[in-house]
Structures are given as structure tokens and as C-alpha cells.
């Protein structure tokens, strides 16, 4: 247990968080020293708040399993990780399962979970191909270099939403641009609420169609089997359809992009993909563990005390878990800065764990399966067009990843 003097002590020394990063592929380095420290350490959020920090592999799965971290972002102590944090707290009504916990979360989730099978993830994998090969086939066509983000990590996410929406084509610019707009800590939370308002207006239009003429999309089944019985509200399924626009659009892009700059920096990687294309699933669970997009960790809050080892976390306090480091944790993946794509990776914390684990993980994983295996295809020898030191990293996205992939091969 501590003692008050060791408490106020940690206080006074909690450095700032995020940190900064040294190198763009990697975690700040100061997470593997806090690591190999006590089970959380005391961290200073933007607006001076203090937080516990949670850098293990362990102690993240241990607190994403434990009922007593509340996800509710109204919670007392609840860490706002940016000053956009506070819409969904100042306008409870437009927040997602994601930020709920059990029975509202558990009731919500379930209506989605057979839209998001391993099973439903393999049967989109002929109409991926499909359109990857359009894509790729133009993208060769024309002049080089040719952009990696524009070109494919952008559209194909998007296409694929479209797709389980039932959203004609011409409204993809549309929702690629608020999408992108809500993890950009770039924007005020003026302009962010006003993106997530015309996102919301949008959907509902979408829904209320559906609701008069249902098709055979995602929604029109959502509609058919729960809003129409009363078991789901229109005001309940217009932040649902959010959450999987931005999710489903804004993870996958970033992840997709540093998983190809992977594929274009790391020969090894490119070589050990295409001698074996059967290696494909491994690798990219390897390289969810590296990357690590969720760059600022996932927030919690205690709803009681909580002993996590040699740290006790009081009722109301908040808490950080810094899936990166965790994915970095050499007690469970030696050797945890090597990309190797013949690891066992699949212990990694890139969706999360617990009652909130990514819902849309098995799509996430087929496209970027798709994404990299079409790019071996059709660029062959695939490297960058320009040097690394000049890649645009998206350090002000929460999901981290490039504004630009800029190829040649």
C-alpha cells in the first residue's frame, strides 16, 4: 500500500501526458521505462489533471476486464484525454456504446455482433478483391509516384462502410471528411461538434429512409429487427451508425498506411509475404502489436478502489492504458521494437480487451490482409518515393498513422 508522503511525492513528479515521440514508428521511449516500474504511474492530462498511467501488457488487460473501470465518460475522475473529450460529456445523448458500460452496453453491442463475424469479415473478401484490383489497376496506369493514403488506405475503408450501408458512392467524400474531422485533435471542439451534428443529420435522414422503405444494408436490418419491434430508438442507432462510420473508416486507414510503409521499408517483410502469401494473417496481426495506432490509450475510471498490484487506485480516479506500451511489453512479445512477421502476435492489445474489445476487428484484419497482398500484386518491389525523414505522421490523430504514403516501384 502507499503511504500519503510516497503519494504526494509521485504527484509532484508526474510528467506530461502524451509524450513525445523519437522515433515516428515507435512508442515515446519513456513508456518502457515507466513499464518496468510500479503497476501505474501518475500522469498530468492537457488540462493539468492527474491520471494513472497503465504501461503493461498485464495490468491494461487487467483493468479492461474489470467491471469497476467504468467506460461512462460522466464518471467522476474520467480522464479527458483532449479538450474534444467534454462534447460527449456536455451531450451524453450522442454517445456510442463504446462509452456506456453494462446492460445499455452489452444490449446495444449485441444487435451488431452478427453483422461482425469472422465468418461475414471472409465472404467481403471476393467484393474487396474486386475493387482493389480496379484500384490498383489505375493507380499503376498513371503517373508516380503514387500516394498510398489517397489511392487505397482511404477509399477502400470507406467503400466497404458505404457498402454495409447501402450509401451511394457520392456521399463517401462526404463522410470521409467528418469522419476524419472527429479523431483530429487538430480541430476545436466547435468545429468538431459541428461535424459530428452534420454526421448525425445525415444518418438520421439515412435511418428515417430506411425506416419508411428498408433495403438489405446493415441499417435496414437494424431497423427491421429492433427499431420497428421498440426494442431500439432512432435517437439510439444514429450515434450506433456513427461509431461504425468512424471507427470503421479512420482505424482502418491508419492502420492500413503504417502497415504499408512497413511493407515498403522493411525488405524482410516484403520478402517473407511474397514467398508466402499464407504468412499474410499472421503478419498483420503482428503488425496491429507494432503500430499500435491508438496512440493515446484507452480512458477509464474507478467506480471503487482497485488494488492492480503495488498501486491502489481510489473510487473516482482516472486511468490511462497505454495499449502501445503494452503491445511493447518484452515479458510477452522478446524482442518487442523487431517487426517480425513470423511472430505469434495475436496476444496484442490493438482492439482492446474486455467487454468493449473492437467490435469491427475481423473486417479490420481482412481488408488489410487485402490492401497489402493486392499491393504486392501489382507493385512489386513497392518502396517510398521519398525519404522517410519527409513522411507526413499524423501525430494530432487519435488513431496515429500518415497523412500521406508516397510509392514507387
Not at 72 to 80: D, L, N, Q, Y
Amino acid at each position: 500500500m502507499q503511504n500519503d508522503a510516497a503519494l504526494q511525492e509521485e504527484k509532484a513528479a508526474a510528467p506530461s501526458y502524451p509524450m513525445p515521440r523519437v522515433c515516428p514508428v515507435d512508442p515515446p521511449p519513456q513508456l518502457a521505462a515507466l513499464r518496468a516500474g510500479r503497476a501505474a504511474s501518475r500522469v498530468t492530462l492537457w488540462d493539468g489533471s492527474e491520471v494513472w498511467l497503465v504501461t503493461s501488457h498485464a495490468g491494461a488487460r487487467a483493468v479492461l476486464g474489470d467491471r469497476r473501470f467504468t467506460a461512462v465518460t460522466s464518471a467522476p475522475g474520467f480522464p479527458m484525454l483532449t479538450p474534444t473529450s467534454k462534447l460527449v460529456r456536455a451531450a451524453p445523448h450522442t454517445a456510442s456504446f463504446i462509452r456506456m458500460d453494462d446492460p445499455d452496453h452489452s444490449r446495444l453491442r449485441s444487435m451488431l455482433t452478427r453483422d461482425f463475424l469472422a465468418r461475414k469479415a471472409e465472404e467481403m473478401r471476393p467484393v474487396l478483391r474486386e475493387f482493389l484490383d480496379e484500384m490498383l489497376a489505375d493507380l499503376v496506369a498513371g503517373e508516380r509516384p503514387v500516394d498510398l493514403v489517397a489511392g487505397l488506405t482511404t477509399p477502400v475503408p470507406s467503400r466497404v462502410i458505404t457498402l454495409l450501408f447501402g450509401v451511394a458512392e457520392d456521399r463517401r467524400d462526404f463522410i470521409e471528411s467528418r469522419s476524419a474531422i472527429l479523431i483530429d485533435r487538430g480541430y476545436t471542439p466547435d468545429q468538431v461538434a459541428a461535424a459530428r451534428d452534420e454526421l448525425d443529420g445525415f444518418l438520421r435522414d439515412l435511418v428515417e429512409s430506411r425506416v419508411a422503405d428498408p433495403g438489405t444494408d446493415l441499417v435496414s436490418r437494424l431497423v427491421i429487427d429492433q427499431v420497428r419491434p421498440g426494442t431500439l430508438s432512432v435517437d439510439e442507432l444514429v450515434p450506433m451508425c456513427r461509431l461504425l462510420l468512424v471507427a470503421g473508416h479512420g482505424t482502418t486507414t491508419s492502420q492500413a498506411s503504417l502497415s504499408l510503409l512497413s511493407l515498403a521499408t522493411d525488405p524482410g517483410l516484403a520478402d517473407a509475404l511474397t514467398k508466402d502469401e499464407g504468412l499474410l494473417p499472421k503478419a498483420v496481426e503482428e503488425l496491429l502489436r507494432f503500430h499500435s495506432i491508438v496512440q493515446n490509450g484507452l480512458a477509464r475510471a474507478a467506480t471503487e478502489d482497485v488494488q492492480l498490484d503495488d498501486v491502489t487506485i481510489r473510487a473516482g480516479e482516472g486511468v490511462v492504458l497505454s495499449l502501445s506500451a503494452g503491445n511493447r511489453d518484452e515479458r510477452v512479445f522478446p524482442s518487442p521494437d523487431t517487426l517480425d512477421p513470423h511472430r505469434d502476435a495475436r496476444r496484442h492489445l490493438a482492439f482492446g480487451h474486455g467487454i468493449h474489445q473492437c467490435l469491427g476487428q475481423w473486417l479490420a484484419k481482412v481488408e488489410i490482409e487485402e490492401m497489402l497482398a493486392a499491393v504486392l500484386r501489382w507493385m512489386p518491389g513497392v518502396r517510398l518515393a521519398v525519404p522517410f525523414e519527409e513522411l507526413d505522421f499524423r501525430h494530432e490523430v487519435s488513431s496515429y498513422g500518415l497523412g500521406a504514403l508516397p510509392v514507387t516501384w
